[in-house]
């Protein structure tokens, strides 16, 4: 009963699933806009905290972010609601895509109507740097470490582990002076292990029942063999969506076609490629979590045993992807909040926020690069409008984030 009084805060986190474009950096605009200016759920300081935490841990970290929204207000049960309405929007799309398939082709899918999604994310990540800066870099060390990280993480883009190395350095150098003092003396609150083994034991379980069905031959391991897989890539996957898909696409599409995997292991997990580029193009198009893909993928590499098994694929992929960052963010954030009462990790905080900062004004510039040549010699003058206008509403109006999405998608239309 007591989420009734939560229904206006899961009806934002519905509508935020429904328009959210633009993978993570571009999900913390929405964010910063829906959650902290507009309906105060949590503050500045809190989402650049749980942005900064989520980005060292493997998983989906717009999925994590959100669901400590949800855990900060209303505890484990808002948590778990937060995560199921964030997902399910995304995950029913593509898995519905999963199905649909062979009734599209490619051009139909690259319809004009998401033409402007792009610009419009590069003005959402372009809004929530000037926001992060603002409040996280206020002299010179941080200024020096924004700038390293900003040009490291454009440069270092594709590697996924240059995020989580370049938040640890930052937190290094801000501890090379001891002026900081934690503030208050806070007794650290009693942690619970629960969800860490319950992690483990999954991992571990899974990777013991997928080798037995490998070696053994069972008739019906593809399943087991699925979760198997999308466990361990939810588990181990840093730099988001895009370094997700490509650990699907080597374990998936490349793997099932060598020579040693076809005479050892015929019956493993294969994905046809046009079929894993589609759902690997279309889920850049849709608004919710990139991690969703694993739906598409869970389908399609079930599609040949008919309807149940196919909608079977789905629920694991779906299920498999986004149980290990659940279980992870709700274990690991009493454990930072804990350790954040110690002084070198209150110090660590400073070049922490400072990295992030850095983080998201690279991704900012790199989403313009990212911008075909054609787009720009087509209509890149309607690129910079919606850039500027999509900053300019976020930073100077109470238009909401779903309304400018709305907006962009009409500009796609006309």
Not at 132 to 141: G, L, P
Not at 165 to 178: A, E, M, Q, R, Y
Not at 266 to 291: C, H, S
């Amino acid at each position: 009963m007591l989420l009734f009084r939560h229904i206006p805060f899961l009806r934002a986190v519905l509508l935020h699933s429904l328009t959210a474009f633009g993978g993570p950096q571009g999900h913390f605009g929405m964010m910063l806009k829906t959650f902290v200016r507009q309906r105060k759920d949590v503050s500045q300081e809190e989402l650049l905290d749980y942005n900064a935490f989520c980005n060292m841990l493997p998983g989906a970290s717009s999925t994590q972010v959100l669901t400590l929204i949800g855990y900060k207000r209303g505890g484990l049960p808002l948590a778990v609601m937060t995560l199921l309405i964030w997902i399910l929007p995304a995950s029913l799309l593509m898995g519905a895509l999963s199905f649909l398939l062979r009734y599209f082709n490619n051009r139909e899918m690259q319809h004009q109507v998401f033409m402007y999604i792009a610009p419009m994310t590069i003005g959402f990540l372009a809004y929530a740097s000037m926001v992060a800066f603002k409040m996280a870099v206020h002299n010179t060390i941080t200024r020096v470490i924004m700038v390293a990280s900003a040009a490291l993480s454009f440069t270092f883009f594709k590697i996924p582990w240059m995020i989580p190395l370049l938040i640890v350095v930052g937190g290094f150098v801000t501890n090379l002076s001891d002026r900081r003092i934690p503030q208050g003396e806070e007794k650290p609150k009693k942690i619970k292990w629960a969800n860490i083994w319950l992690f483990v034991f999954i991992f571990l379980a899974a990777g013991i029942l997928s080798e037995q069905a490998r070696k053994n031959d069972w008739a019906n391991r593809r399943p087991i063999n699925l979760f198997e897989n999308t466990y361990r890539f939810g588990s181990i996957v840093f730099g988001g969506g895009q370094v997700l898909v490509a650990m699907m696409y080597e374990q998936f599409v490349v793997r099932p076609e060598s020579e040693k995997v076809m005479q050892k292991n015929p019956n493993v997990v294969r994905i046809d490629r046009d079929a894993f580029y589609t759902g690997a193009g279309m889920v850049r198009a849709i608004p919710g979590p990139v991690f969703s893909i694993s739906t598409y993928m869970g389908g399609i590499a079930m599609s040949d045993r008919g309807t149940g098994w196919q909608v079977t694929g789905c629920i694991i992929g779906t299920v498999a992807i986004f149980l290990p960052s659940a279980l992870m963010v709700l274990f690991f954030f009493p454990v930072w909040n804990n350790l954040k009462k110690y002084a070198i990790v209150f110090r660590a905080l400073e070049g922490i926020n400072a990295t992030v900062v850095g983080f998201l004004v690279a991704s900012t510039l790199y989403m313009l690069k990212d911008i075909p040549l054609t787009e720009w010699t087509d209509h890149g003058i309607m690129n910079f409008v919606v850039i500027a206008g999509t900053w300019l509403t976020l930073t100077y109006t109470k238009v909401p984030s779903p309304l400018i999405v709305v907006i962009c998608l009409g500009l796609g239309v006309l």
